[in-house]
């Protein structure tokens, strides 16, 4: 690590010096001393968690120092910001990512090996931020870091979840879902800011009052909650600039009811506060209930509310009212619908609060906004019971009427050529407020067409499913507004998925271009090209492959007590289990190869090349078919890890509680990863870009990024399989008279006469994609089967030529330069945004 990072200095010492923070003259080794005397009481035989918060704390002054001379300068200089509304920020761990950001891993390395401790091990001593779900909210987290990298005015904006979504734990090989308590020991990377807190309503009354000649709208919720800021500095690499993600923390407006509690009645003394921190408890709370839902409708516009009432009063202190210069100097990105009640609430603050007239907050709003959808699957592209909406935000119901109004008259007079009946057919399709299709009786809020009416750029995560976006899920509109919407294909933040995961890695790689630039210019990657067919280099690229693999062998002896062996192809699944994403599809074909190994003599399955697979990934809480699905896998490795046959050649584990730090481990010892949704259902996948960057080869169909990447990488070195896009609708239709593979017949029944057990429990999984009455194999797992073994096949025999293995493996990387989020940044500062980098200057 130490070699790459002089590498890196020496090269920064050409141009301007870049000093980071730390205006204590105390060297580390005291200030981590000082900081554990004076903060813990702790004075000499530390643990490795003291050394971590030791560390930590002392860390967390220079990255402060850095992030307040960083905002003082845009204080100054006054740029326009961007401002990224995310309900999920996967973070991860922050003290490797920091100490390396700011080219600080020197200094501490040395003090903690001076205190007897390796910086690796002390880092692990810390939680994840585990703010997200899968790769929505790790997108953003790697936006952030490119954001500041960049030297772009930018902060996130999202919500301080006390418990995370949930700690996946298994119990009998069922997941089970607990409380993530990660701030009980306290967060170095967090500043909680006394000074900014608002007031966020719900539900109540909304009245018309004179107020001399005008008429104004006053709304009076029944219920009030502070939102509390607490500021997470986001260091950027190679730069001064460190910017910020600001969370809220839900608190109540009364701290305790004395009265209450005077009298005896101790419940409602704290309702109050329990009813507050309710709603920035837990992420995605299981929405299976109308409680679950309220809560969820809650927490969206509690982060939005705050988040900009924030932003409106920092406009407010530097230009007053004039707000017609506020899409000058601010906007917003919607990620996902999930913040899409921004559109309601900037209107709702420019016309209620400011007082601007309906057409000016409208253009302003408009001109504000944008969205980015991540999904073609209808449960994320959210709709709100009007009922629901009403109740719980009773002025944002009424906003969101007149905009539909107005959006519906203006869209009748846009279609004005069409006959009456079309007409009228193509508005109610597009009208953001309709009937819902599965109750007559109920009406619907329709998330994402609020967001496209209410923004002024819409964009998808890959070219593939932007073009979905435009053709499918939003084509009336696209018909409409044609250059509305836009492409911005996700990538990854070379920093933490290649340069800090893998540091022998980028030290080869260093070592190979004679540079270290390629950490902020990925493109300079490509150059590995010239070394792909190179035997010494291959030879130095396989000792880094092993070294990795040999770390996830320790990681699952540690979590299954078991030794894998590690010449063994390490195969890789990791990310949200859901029926799409066809892990499901991924254990048939490992069930298949187990059959197969078994019919062989000793000698046969010598020949055979050996396999390690690796399932992880966290089961919404309510989403039964994916917990089933986990099942499945558990129950397959109980059987195939102990059978005395096999086991030298075969392995499937479940790495429990998938999470940031869990994939910066897997993903550099990864050899084949798999990214094998149903085409077209994959928005983009942004871990394939992680595997890839880190020499991983790809199984996948031919979906999302996947395909973006088999164009950088060359597709003759990608596994590809399965139907394309085009094929599904008409696939979908004739599935009930597919002809299913025998092989595929055979499995089905392998698994409902109990072969692996719990028959009863699996029997929905079975039905789901194997009898046309149930489940109807709504993803093409049967027709997509004979193919992924087939490629499957392919695998295993360009595994068996090592040279051609790693020639493909270091084409991967070497084609990876496009994925770098800084690419993705870029874009949207330049096409969407319009934010110009605004980088400190410093003393
Ligand atoms: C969603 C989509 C992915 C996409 C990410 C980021 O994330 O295809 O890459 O958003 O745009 F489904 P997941 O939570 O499903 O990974």
């Not at 554990?36 to 220079?62: C, H, I, M, P």
């Not at 999930?338 to 907050?361: F, K, N, S």
């Not at 969205?371 to 109740?391: D, I, R, S």
């Not at 399709?429 to 007559?440: D, R, V």
Request: charged fraction near 25%; aromatic fraction near 10%; hydrophobic fraction near 40%.
């Amino acid at each position: 690590r130490r070699a790459l990072r002089v590498h890196a200095v020496a090269e920064l010492d050409k141009t301007a010096p870049i000093v980071r923070g730390g205006t204590s003259s105390v060297p580390a080794p005291a200030d981590i001393a000082n900081k554990l005397r004076y903060l813990f009481g702790r004075n000499g035989d530390y643990t490795t968690a003291d050394a971590y918060q030791g560390t930590a704390w002392s860390v967390r002054e220079k990255l402060i120092d850095s992030f307040n001379k960083t905002h003082e300068y845009w204080k100054k200089e006054d740029p326009k910001f961007v401002y990224y509304l995310s309900a999920e920020f996967l973070m991860g761990r922050s003290l490797i990512n920091t100490v390396y950001n700011l080219g600080l891993e020197g200094e501490y390395a040395e003090a903690l090996n001076q205190m007897g401790y390796e910086m690796e091990r002390v880092a692990d001593a810390e939680r994840d931020a585990a703010l997200g779900n899968g790769g929505l909210g790790r997108l953003a987290a790697c936006f952030l870091d490119s954001m500041a990298t960049l030297d772009l005015p930018g902060w996130g904006y999202g919500i301080r979840y006390k418990y995370g979504m949930f700690k996946q734990a298994l119990k009998n090989g069922y997941q089970v879902e607990l409380p993530d308590i990660w701030l009980t020991k306290g967060n170095p990377w967090e500043l909680r800011r006394d000074d900014v807190k608002y007031e966020v309503g719900f539900g109540g009354r909304v009245e018309r009052r004179k107020q001399g000649s005008k008429e104004v709208t006053v709304w009076t919720p029944s219920e009030r909650v502070i939102a509390q800021a607490y500021d997470n500095p986001i260091p950027g690499y190679n730069t001064p600039t460190t910017s910020n993600l600001r969370l809220w923390d839900a608190v109540p407006v009364t701290e305790f009811d004395l009265g209450a509690f005077n009298a005896g009645d101790y419940d409602r003394a704290m309702l109050e506060r329990e009813r507050a921190e309710g709603i920035s408890a837990v992420l995605y709370p299981n929405d299976s209930t109308p409680e679950g839902k309220e809560l969820r409708l809650k927490q969206q516009y509690f982060f939005v509310c705050a988040s900009l009432q924030d932003v409106l009063s920092r406009f407010k202190a530097v230009h007053a009212t004039d707000f017609n210069l506020l899409p000058e100097k601010a906007c917003f990105q919607l990620n996902d619908t999930h913040p899409t009640i921004a559109v309601a609430e900037l209107m709702r603050l420019l016309v209620d609060v400011e007082g601007l007239d309906w057409d000016q907050a409208w253009t302003i709003t408009t001109k504000c906004l944008n969205y980015t959808n991540h999904t073609v699957m209808p449960e994320a592209l959210e709709k709100w019971p009007v009922k629901v909406m009403a109740k719980m935000l009773p002025r944002h119901m009424e906003i969101i009427e007149v905009i539909n109004e107005g959006w519906t008259k203006w869209l009748a007079g846009h279609l004005k050529d069409l006959k009456p009946e079309e007409r009228a057919k193509r508005v109610a399709a597009m009208s953001i407020i309709h009937e819902n299709p599965w109750n007559k009786d109920e009406m619907l809020v329709n998330m994402a067409y609020l967001a496209v009416v209410g923004s002024s750029a819409v964009n998808g995560v890959a070219a593939i499913h932007s073009n979905i976006v435009k053709d499918e899920i939003l084509n009336d509109f696209y018909q409409i507004f044609p250059s509305k919407f836009q492409n911005k294909t996700n990538g990854v933040t070379p920093r933490r998925w290649l340069a800090w995961c893998n540091p022998e890695l980028a030290a080869l790689i260093t070592d190979a271009l004679g540079t270290s630039e390629w950490i902020n210019d990925t493109e300079k990657l490509a150059g590995l090209r010239a070394f792909a067919s190179d035997k010494s280099f291959q030879a130095k690229w396989s000792a880094v492959k092993k070294a990795k693999k040999a770390k996830l062998a320790q990681l699952i002896k540690k979590v299954h007590g078991d030794d894998v062996n590690q010449e063994a192809l390490f195969d890789i699944q990791i990310k949200r289990i859901h029926e799409y994403k066809r892990q499901y599809l991924n254990v048939l074909s490992i069930i298949w190869r187990y059959k197969q190994l078994k019919k062989m003599s000793p000698e046969e399955r010598k020949k055979a090349v050996p396999r390690v697979c690796v399932i992880g990934g966290k089961a919404a809480s309510a989403y039964d078919m994916a917990k089933r699905i986990i099942r499945l896998v558990t129950a397959v490795g109980d059987v195939i890890n102990k059978d005395p046959d096999t086991q030298d050649y075969l392995r499937l584990y479940f790495l429990p509680d998938y999470n940031v730090s869990l994939a910066e481990t897997i993903i550099p010892a990864a050899e084949l990863s798999q990214h094998i949704s149903t085409a077209g259902t994959e928005a983009s996948g942004t871990s394939n870009m992680k595997f890839q960057m880190n020499g991983c080869l790809i199984i996948g169909t031919w979906d999302g990024a996947n395909i973006e990447i088999a164009e950088e990488t060359g597709i003759e070195n990608v596994f590809v399989f399965g139907v394309r896009a085009e094929e599904i609708n008409q696939l979908r239709k004739e599935r009930k008279n597919l002809k299913t593979d025998p092989r595929w017949d055979e499995l089905m029944r392998d698994i409902e006469s109990g072969m692996f057990g719990d028959k009863d429990y699996f029997k929905p999984l079975v039905d789901s994609v194997n009898n046309m009455k149930v489940g109807n194999d709504w993803f093409l797992l049967a027709n997509d089967f004979a193919s992924y073994l087939k490629a499957q096949e392919e695998v295993d025999a360009c595994y068996k030529d090592q040279s051609e293995w790693l020639r493909r493996s270091i084409m991967y990387t070497a084609g990876s330069g496009k994925f770098s989020s800084d690419r993705t940044i870029r874009e949207y500062a330049e096409d969407i945004w319009h934010v110009k980098p605004s980088r400190p200057t410093i003393a």
